[in-house]
């Protein structure tokens, strides 16, 4: 059978890190760990200010946006039970402890298995060394900011872990990396993180490690030229902790999108072709084919619909203006399954891991991942013919051959028309010129049995039964009420954020939606019946005006509450997400319910916090 799947991506990828390599890798970890903290005693004056020894084995952690020594001495001075200062001659000097026995209280102890349980539970972390507990700190917040990120070994550099994955996620090497202090999604992190860590006062660490943050210039400063520090620098020190984090603060280095580019292809192509099309389904809508993703999407989209068009009966009598998000997210599934069986063929060598790393690399462009592996030395080993009919195959296609036909033929148009067209936004009038241009006189290829099925059956309300029709026309009855309903409340959302802005938006498609978001957290569910008050709609707006016509619509994030009626105490709002860095705002119920919505990176919005910071919490009961 054509469209039958009989493998798995990733099935051939090497199996990843053993046990005991992994226990190699914590104890490399540690061991760079404790240098750092050698290094952090030999600077801090203990012999003149005796009680940060004490605190730095209680909150003197080693993470933070400083480099890790400075860092723990500014964790250390930040920690204080009692009121500063603490200069020398105050009530709590005391004999200043050896600096053999303070350093023997950071060391952790390997011949402790649990040294190598990567987060500790609470009742074993309770006995671990501040390194230890720095560790835990450390691999949750980056398993808590960067999303599919497993509980393995973290860099012992938070700031240096941060580029390791932001560059990587970026695929620019030399481009520069964007990571904001300033976003919800780091504050609950680094909250996370303390929590993990065991610091005794996890709000003073979290305020500490952003006050250092916003004000690195000053921080650095007094860092600087002295070993070991003066306790006037350390009074300094102090004094500019008690400031808290500045008001303005700009990015630690300078500044590109994550988001890459599949959120933006997405959001043109959505665009463009809802606009031209509003109940055009997005069946057929591949991202593979000879141009690059965002044309494909469009051409095989409309070929689709001209080839095998939906039957009269089942033709929707109402205007679309909500596309299915299961839909659209099987079509993004089937696509990367077609991706890389097209590359998998050419290069039959590679492995799936391969094919999805230099897929990444060229942004999900296959005509550029096979240029980088070409470059790379690797030598295409099939037609490009077999490698479309893999592809189709892949994908579940319903007839590979037709589609393999039209990937390899040529369409009826000159090709800097057909790029005009395709660069701008699509009209109705673009979508005829391009279904005239279409390779599809012959007739969609079919074997000989089901051409003779066809003949017999002529239509298809002919071929299901009244059950399936009566569920067809259930489900077609709940779609529009859904629509019905989330149009609604977006509108409403979008009327109040254009009164604000005192310019008039208009929605043009919903593109998104996630109707189970609690006001709490998860928990709080059961308490409620499991009644959700929220949801979080993605739409795309487009501002009112003279050049709507040729303006490309705007990602925008809601928060619609679900009652029937507008609520004073739950309020729906709505603002842009289109800058939305995707590992700057996570959110916890949307994530949990695999729907892909982009949350904006700068407002408080539900599922933003409790539920990671209970989470945290749950990773140490046990």
């Known amino acids: 059978m054509h469209c039958k799947r009989d493998r798995l991506i990733g099935y051939d990828c090497p199996i990843g890190h053993t046990l005991e390599s992994l226990n190699q890798e914590i104890r490399l970890l540690l ?17 003149t200010i005796p009680s940060l020894a004490p605190r730095l084995l209680k909150g003197g952690m080693c993470f933070g946006f400083l480099d890790p020594v400075s860092n723990i001495i500014a964790n250390t001075v930040a920690y204080n039970p009692h009121p500063f200062p603490m200069m020398p001659g105050s009530h709590e000097d005391d004999e200043e402890p050896p600096p053999e026995r303070i350093l023997s209280q950071i060391l952790a102890d390997f011949n402790d298995r ?5 987060p500790l539970s609470r009742h074993k972390a309770r006995g671990m060394t501040v390194a230890r507990r720095s560790l835990d700190g450390l691999v949750i917040f980056l398993t808590t900011h960067f999303r599919y990120l497993a509980n393995t070994c973290a860099w012992a550099d938070l700031l240096a872990a941060v580029r ?7 695929k620019r090497p030399n481009d520069e990396l964007a990571f904001s202090i300033t976003s919800l999604t780091t504050k609950v992190a680094l909250e996370c993180a303390g929590v993990s860590a065991m610091h005794p006062k996890p709000d003073v660490l979290v305020n500490a490690l952003l006050t250092m943050a916003s004000r690195r210039v000053e921080a650095t400063a007094l860092f600087a030229g002295q070993a070991p520090l003066s306790p006037a620098t350390v009074q300094r020190l102090a004094e500019l902790l008690r400031q808290g984090p500045a008001t303005s603060v700009d990015l630690i280095y300078p500044s590109v999108d994550l988001c890459d580019t599949n959120k933006s ?17 997005p069946q057929g809508g591949y991202c593979y084919g000879p141009r690059d993703p965002v044309s494909n999407i469009i051409l095989n989209t409309i070929w689709y619909g001209s080839r095998f068009p939906t039957h009269e009966e089942f033709e929707l009598p109402f205007k679309v203006k909500m596309i299915c998000t299961r839909l659209l997210a099987r079509m993004e599934c089937c696509s990367l399954y077609g991706l890389v069986a097209m590359f998998r063929a050419c290069f039959p060598s590679l492995t799936d891991q391969n094919a999805v790393w230099y897929l990444f690399m060229g942004d999900a462009d296959v005509w550029k991942a096979i240029h980088k592996a070409k470059n790379h030395g690797h030598t295409v080993s099939d037609s490009y013919h077999n490698a479309y009919m893999k592809a189709a195959c892949a994908l579940w296609h319903p007839d590979p051959d037709a589609l393999v036909k039209f990937a390899t033929s040529s369409l009826n148009m000159e090709s800097s028309k057909l790029s005009a067209i395709l660069q701008g936004t699509l009209t109705n009038g673009c979508v005829e010129c391009l279904t005239m241009a279409l390779p599809h006189n012959s007739p969609p290829t079919e074997s000989d049995e089901q051409a ?18 009566r569920f067809i026309s259930a489900c077609r009855k709940r779609f529009r009420g859904n629509q019905n309903f989330f149009v609604i409340k977006v509108n409403e959302a979008l009327s109040s954020y254009s009164r604000q802005k005192g310019v008039r938006y208009k929605l043009h498609t919903i593109c998104g939606v996630h109707p189970m978001v609690p006001e709490g957290s998860s928990q709080s569910r059961a308490m409620k019946n499991f009644k959700f008050e929220y949801s979080h709609i993605n739409f795309l707006a487009k501002m009112e005006g003279p050049n709507s016509a040729v303006t490309a619509p705007e990602l925008i994030f809601a928060q619609c509450n679900n009652s029937v009626k507008e609520q004073p105490k739950r309020p729906s709002w709505c603002t842009p997400a289109s800058q939305s860095c995707i590992d700057n ?8 319910n695999g729907t892909k919505i982009v949350h904006p990176s700068n407002w408080a919005y539900c599922g933003y916090s409790e539920d990671f910071n209970l989470l945290a919490q749950r990773r140490m009961a046990f």
């Open 31 to 47: 061991d760079l760990i404790h240098g750092f903290y050698k290094a952090a005693l030999d600077r801090l004056p203990t012999g």
């Open 114 to 118: 649990s040294v190598f349980q990567v």
């Open 265 to 281: 292809a997405c959001q043109a192509a959505s665009g463009r072709l809802a606009q031209a099309s509003p109940q055009q389904h």
């Open 164 to 170: 390791l994955v932001e560059r990587d996620r970026n």
């Open 452 to 469: 003779q099925q066809l003949n017999e059956v002529p239509s298809s309300s002919q071929v299901l039964s009244k059950s399936q029709k």
């Open 585 to 592: 705002a996570r959110c916890f119920s949307c994530e949990f």
